[in-house]
């Protein structure tokens, strides 16, 4: 063997004998401590924060040795950019974005580690979440149209106020005409890559005219009049109110003249034109559009309800595009969209199939004990005959195609007091509660300044309840936020709005004690005269499809 060789061999033999040697009696020569190391959790309320508000945060630090060490620091980061040094983070949030990295660094300045704990938070614009929206006429009588977005502090139910929402994110712009009525409607947010926050249209008398506002921006997106495929209004059309669904859109006039539209696609806002030599018609005549009860899960319904006056019929305006087998082609897209088919029950005991002599004061959607969800959607109405007032419940299955949905009776007509409250002279308002299964099968009805509550559950002489007496007439009344609508929004003439607590404890204590100092959760004033209260979601309802 080469000498070299050998010589080299034992060299690394000696070498590694020798660190091995070193490495062991290191262990000995040394006095290592445990170290301590930290978990970094950071709890968030909810994975969405508002621009503008206070994100407070106490992190939850878990040390491996089960006490807390000493000489730590503390970096907080959104995004990669510093936001605060302290340990429990007080930010008034002023950067956005979605889906971005919230980090925090806990250093141990004794043995130079550091750890970190992360989650993923969107900020978004303070306007797109769920929250109370009303129309109203400034003291100019031009409209106005004020954003209220629930939270809490200290526990307790308060809204953010935006006042003049339009003008203040339009520059001083003012919508300038007499408020009508106002509407949102939504996009799918799959594959669409446009903002899929609800949007309001807003019907008002001169000015800007009928415009569809954008819900996170408030800024004007169309004006109804450029969507006619000529450019403007059919001679003598004055609109009263727009509802746009999946697929069709309805424009509706002041004799209740219904134009339409339609679009292939659920992905985008509608950009089609509205027809304007036809109106939307059933046996040849035209529709009364003017009673419309939309759905809150109007997608998988495959349209809405309207009670015909011209008919004395109810009647299903169809929304639906579906895919049929044709032989030697495939499966086809099928248009049923502006269909129009009679909703029949042939149930003798109601008056459903021809309310001939009836007058129809309100319909409403609403799921539960009057209608069960999972392929149908419940109504009710409050109809009227020779001055005695009934409570019609009935059930529409989901619309398939060309013929029309299965209607039928859930509960027999009911005969209700209201007959001093809903006349000629009084101002009526009515809203129900859509989750009838949640503890709140209530229909809210006003009569001029008084808030009444029909308690369908309740003894006799205790389901008509008045829940609560205002200073001015109410104008406006919607249901939502809370657990299964909770809550109640209420506007009147005057300007002032309230948040009422519709719990059935609340409730119980008003019957027992003739009022309760729980039901008013949160009061605004001074938001001109209020035409209208809506309760505008973020998104649709329907699970998997739209939210």
């Given at each position: 063997m080469n000498m070299?060789?050998?010589?080299?061999?034992?060299?690394?033999?000696?070498?590694?004998?020798?660190?091995?040697?070193?490495?062991?009696?290191?262990?000995?020569?040394?006095?290592?401590?445990?170290?301590?190391?930290?978990?970094?959790?950071?709890?968030?309320?909810?994975?969405?924060?508002?621009?503008?508000?206070?994100?407070?945060?106490?992190?939850?630090?878990?040390?491996?040795?089960?006490?807390?060490?000493?000489?730590?620091?503390?970096?907080?980061?959104?995004?990669?950019?510093?936001?605060?040094?302290?340990?429990?983070?007080?930010?008034?949030?002023?950067?956005?974005?979605?889906?971005?990295?919230?980090?925090l660094a806990v250093k141990d300045q004794t043995t130079g580690v550091?750890?970190?704990?992360?989650?993923?938070?969107?900020?978004?614009?303070?306007?797109?979440?769920?929250?109370?929206?009303?129309?109203?006429?400034?003291?100019?009588g031009t409209s106005m149209l004020t954003y209220m977005r629930p939270t809490t502090k200290d526990q307790k139910y308060t809204c953010v106020v935006t006042k003049d929402v339009y003008g203040l994110s339009n520059g001083g712009a003012t919508l300038g005409g007499k408020p009508i009525f106002m509407s949102q409607h939504f996009v799918s947010p799959w594959g669409s890559g446009e903002d899929n926050t609800s949007w309001l249209w807003i019907t008002q008398q001169g000015g800007q005219g009928c415009v569809d506002v954008s819900g996170s921006s408030y800024q004007t997106e169309g004006y109804l009049p450029a969507m006619f495929i000529n450019g403007g209004y059919p001679q003598g059309f004055e609109p009263q109110r727009v509802y746009d669904m999946v697929y069709l859109s309805m424009a509706i006039g002041r004799n209740g003249e219904i134009y339409t539209r339609v679009k292939e696609s659920l992905n985008l806002f509608n950009s089609n034109y509205f027809l304007d030599d036809r109106v939307l018609s059933y046996n040849g005549q035209p529709i009364d559009g003017t009673m419309i009860a939309m759905t809150p899960e109007f997608y998988e319904h495959g349209g809405v309800l309207a009670y015909d006056k011209n008919s004395n019929r109810y009647l299903h305006i169809t929304d639906l595009k579906a895919s049929t087998l044709v032989i030697g082609s495939g499966m086809v897209d099928k248009y049923y969209s502006g269909n129009v088919l009679a909703l029949e029950t042939w149930d003798s005991s109601d008056p459903f199939d021809d309310m001939t002599g009836y007058t129809v004061h309100y319909i409403g959607a609403c799921v539960g004990p009057y209608g069960q969800g999972g392929g149908s959607i419940g109504y009710m109405s409050v109809i009227e005959k020779d001055s005695r007032f009934f409570i019609q419940h009935f059930e529409v299955d989901d619309c398939s195609g060309k013929y029309a949905p299965g209607a039928y009776i859930t509960t027999p007509l009911r005969e209700v007091p209201f007959a001093d409250i809903v006349n000629a002279s009084t101002k009526n308002v009515y809203a129900l509660c859509y989750y009838q299964n949640s503890g709140r099968p209530y229909l809210l009805l006003s009569s001029d300044n008084d808030l009444y509550l029909y308690y369908f559950n309740g003894d006799k002489g205790k389901q008509l309840i008045k829940f609560a007496t205002f200073d001015a007439p109410i104008t406006g009344i919607d249901t939502g936020g809370g657990a299964y609508e909770g809550h109640a929004g209420v506007g009147l003439e005057n300007g002032e709005f309230y948040v009422l607590d519709l719990s059935l404890s609340v409730l119980e204590e008003i019957i027992k004690e003739g009022d309760s100092e729980k039901k008013v959760l949160f009061k605004e004033e001074g938001l001109g005269k209020i035409v209208q209260v809506l309760y505008k979601r973020e998104r649709a309802r329907d699970y998997g499809s739209w939210d």
């Open positions: 070299k060789r050998i010589k080299l061999k034992l060299a690394t033999a000696i070498l590694l004998g020798s660190l091995m040697s070193s490495c062991y009696e290191d262990k000995g020569n040394y006095d290592y401590e445990q170290m301590n190391d930290i978990t970094v959790g950071i709890p968030l309320e909810s994975s969405d924060c508002v621009l503008g508000d206070v994100l407070k945060i106490t992190p939850e630090l878990k040390f491996s040795t089960g006490k807390e060490t000493e000489n730590l620091t503390y970096l907080w980061t959104f995004d990669g950019q510093e936001i605060a040094t302290e340990r429990v983070l007080n930010w008034t949030v002023d950067k956005d974005g979605k889906y971005k990295d919230l980090r550091t750890y970190f704990g992360s989650a993923l938070l969107s900020v978004i614009s303070p306007y797109t979440t769920d929250g109370w929206v009303t129309l109203s006429a400034k003291e100019d």
